[in-house]
């Protein structure tokens, strides 16, 4: 069977371009990730590792395979970006009683750096919803969320 494929023409390429879910919301994320990231900078930690400190402190002591589906992030990545946070000394990865379970857990260190951060990412954070206005920002919260809830759900 000989199919020939079509290449999309520059009108489609367009639509694509302008509706398509994964694109629009990764635009928008990399677009708040950059604010964050700015107004964070003088802490040292960007937002992800600011993320990622919170979501350690949440849980206490968790399993990278629990912090992991917290975050909603692969294994490879979340092994990544712990790394520098543990050269750092802001948390520490430990084998658990099973070699394959290891532990996260946030340092003194991590907590300090969080608490110096927490003023920082709050101007971030309002900076966001004042521009935004409370009414779209519950109503952008929400959206997140349901669009979270259908992806994970195909």
């Not at 002591?61 to 990545?77: G, H, I, K, Y």
Request: glycine share 4%; proline share 3%; aromatic share 4%.
């Amino acid at each position: 069977m000989n199919e020939q494929i079509l290449q999309p023409n520059a009108a489609q390429l367009a639509e694509i371009e302008a509706t398509c879910a994964c694109s629009n919301v990764r635009k928008a994320a990399r677009t708040v990730t950059q604010l964050f990231d700015e107004v964070l900078q003088p802490t040292g930690l960007r937002s992800t590792q600011f993320t990622l400190l919170v979501a350690v402190a949440l849980l206490g002591e968790a399993p990278v395979m629990q912090l992991s589906r917290a975050l909603v992030m692969d294994r490879t990545t979340l092994a990544r970006n712990l790394k520098p946070l543990e050269s750092l000394g802001l948390l520490t990865v430990e084998a658990g009683t099973d070699r394959r379970r290891h532990l996260v857990r946030l340092t003194e260190g991590g907590r300090q750096a969080l608490a110096r951060a927490l003023p920082y990412w709050e101007q971030a954070q309002h900076q966001v919803v004042t521009r935004l206005g409370q009414e779209q920002w519950h109503a952008l919260r929400a959206s997140l969320k349901a669009t979270m809830t259908l992806a994970q759900s195909v």
